[in-house]
């Protein structure tokens, strides 16, 4: 069948994709920026599905940074939100960090139950579709989705990268796909601006985390993998040889 790429929204979607499909879990307002900007500077980030998981995990670390939301609110005893700008402020980098979302936590630990998975923003789009090409046949890009949408901020990057694979030869699973390529071919980043997720930042006072989005775009050129619970970094350029 070849190489194929397939773009798609939501959690309950990664069950349409078998143990043989790669997934890359994007969720670019908050989630995965938030935990790929943690281990880019050399934080432990453990995702967690439910907030029921967070005790589990945190039993087996020392000292570890409480970080998410869920509905947009911080639970109860978490030390920060889910929040890249509040991440890259902290000094205290030797504490492993477990993260919670709504939505983009879910859908990492999902994806990495049976498969090979990883999280992706718009900080490693170019490394991330580099790294699919040299090593995965069969990708499916998954953007968390809120509120029964498919945001334009995770539109954008599941696009950029599935538009990467097609210049390398891989084949769009099915017309959804192009059309989502094609919609955001050559788009400016600030056009995840006047999305309901930017709108959402900026109403609760949160225009920190957009602005960060906004102003790290391609800057990071490694991937981040979802292993055994734990999102590590991996180099293109090892891996790629």
């Known amino acids: ?25 994007v969720d670019v307002i908050r989630a995965t920026t938030t935990a790929v900007t943690a281990v880019a500077l050399g934080r432990r980030c453990f995702p967690v599905p439910a907030v029921e998981s967070v005790e589990c995990v945190a039993s087996g670390l020392t000292d570890p ?8 609110n911080m639970p109860y005893g978490f030390h920060i939100n889910n929040s890249p700008a ?8 030797h504490r492993p960090m477990i993260l919670l979302s709504t939505s983009g936590t879910r859908l990492l630990c999902s994806a990495g139950e049976s498969r090979v998975a990883f999280a992706a923003c718009l900080r490693n789009v170019r490394a991330q579709a ?7 046949d069969r990708v499916a890009i998954i953007g968390a989705g809120a509120r029964g949408e498919f945001r334009k901020e995770d539109q954008m990057c599941c696009a ?19 059309e989502i390529v094609e919609r955001w071919s050559g788009a400016s980043v600030s056009d995840i601006a006047s999305g309901k997720s930017a709108e959402y930042l900026v ?23 979802y ?15």
């Open 1 to 25: 069948m070849g190489k194929i790429v397939a773009i798609d929204c939501f959690v309950e979607s990664v069950g349409n994709y078998d143990e043989t499909w790669t997934i890359v879990a």
């Open 65 to 72: 940074l409480l970080a998410g939301e869920l509905g947009g």
């Open 86 to 93: 509040d991440v890259v402020a902290r000094d205290d980098i």
């Open 130 to 136: 580099e790294y699919l090409a040299h090593r995965h």
């Open 160 to 178: 950029g990268i599935a538009e990467l694979l097609l210049q390398q030869g891989y084949r769009p699973v099915n017309s959804r796909t192009c």
């Open 203 to 225: 109403r609760t006072g949160q225009t920190k985390d957009l602005e960060f989005v906004l102003g790290h775009i391609d800057d990071l050129e490694d991937v981040y993998a």
């Open 227 to 241: 292993r055994d619970g734990e999102l590590v970094r991996q180099s293109v350029e090892v891996l790629a040889g």
